[in-house]
């Protein structure tokens, strides 16, 4: 997936479900520049972390990597 579109996605299922960026990298134990820098897309998560970013938002993890058209 690309990295930017992933981006995107992370920050707006973030926002869908209420949380802000501290609230979000509390949850993760991350912290907030880790998040944004997700967020933004100049860091590329691992597959675990995207697991714990999907379970956190109480989605699927298809769900958050879904590519449009597919």
């Known amino acids: 997936m690309d990295n930017d579109l992933l981006a995107q996605r992370i920050r707006a299922f973030r926002k869908l479900?209420?949380?802000?960026?501290?609230?979000?990298?509390?949850?993760?134990?991350?912290?907030?520049?880790?998040?944004?820098?997700?967020?933004?897309?100049?860091?590329k998560p691992d597959p675990k972390l995207l697991t714990n970013i999907a379970d956190t938002l109480g989605i699927d993890y298809n769900e958050l990597i879904r590519i449009s058209g597919t």
Do not use: M
């Not at 501290?22 to 100049?42: C, D, F, I, Y």
């Open 17 to 43: 479900k209420g949380f802000t960026q501290q609230e979000l990298a509390q949850r993760l134990e991350v912290s907030v520049a880790v998040l944004g820098s997700l967020e933004r897309g100049t860091r």
